[in-house]
């Protein structure tokens, strides 16, 4: 946990002359080309500038409320995408009828569900709303959809790193503190396993020489 936090940090290093230049719009304009499908690292700027917040660099609240526009946004230009040209380049894979109506199938069972999940996957999250549109999800669902993984994965990423930016000393001595026990905790763990083990190996050794 303590590794992963100062992985954070030192990516707030990396980005924050390019932040300090160019702000928030650099923020919106990588998470919004990420939707539909343009490599960028839009979740790493939102974990960066949740992190700048702390340090007063940014309002948090314009930056979650950007941050879950321009998610939505780029969805949603990925799903018109889909849903113009999407379904003529299917239509042109070499897909067997009965495989494009497990594909149809599985969108209209599990299609809002994708969409919301997606948002927390590297290559869903950039392509779930070109797949979905190119298989004819309905306009409505997708948006809702849409909206509540922006709205997840923009409190997830962004108001968490946000908080671990504001505790990180709080959470590094708790972890420091605890650390010595979850070893001991280990440690009894693989121990209780051997004996474990080792008890039923010995209770094997009668019965397969009874036979």
């Known amino acids: 946990m303590i590794e992963i936090a100062q992985s954070f940090l030192t990516a707030a ?36 500038g949740a992190l700048l917040s702390t340090r007063g660099q940014f309002d948090i609240s314009l930056l979650l409320a950007l941050s879950w526009v321009a998610a939505l946004t780029g969805s949603t230009l990925g799903y018109i995408l889909g849903r113009v040209g999407g379904r003529k380049l299917v239509l042109r894979l070499p897909l067997n009828p009965s495989r ?5 199938n599985f969108c209209q069972r599990y299609g809002k569900l994708f969409v919301t999940l997606s948002r927390f ?11 979905v549109g190119s298989l004819q999800m309905p306009a409505v669902a997708f948006l809702l959809a849409s909206s509540a993984g922006a709205v997840l994965w923009v409190g997830f990423w ?16 708790a972890f420091e503190a605890v650390a010595p026990y979850t070893w001991i905790a280990t440690g009894l763990l693989v121990l209780a396993l051997i004996i474990y083990l080792l008890r039923r190996r010995n209770h094997r050794k009668p019965a397969s020489g009874n036979h």
Not at 100 to 104: A, T, Y
Not at 158 to 170: D, K, M, P, V
């Open 13 to 48: 290093g990396n980005y924050e002359p390019m932040l300090a230049e160019y702000g928030l719009v650099v923020i919106f304009a990588a998470i919004l080309v990420e939707g539909f499908g343009i490599p960028a690292p839009g979740q790493s700027l939102l974990i960066v």
């Open 158 to 173: 962004g108001l968490g790193s946000y908080y671990l930016g504001q505790h990180f000393h709080y959470i590094t001595s």
């Open 100 to 104: 494009l109506e497990r594909m149809d």
């Open 121 to 131: 996957i590297d290559g869903p999250r950039q392509l779930a709303g070109i797949f």
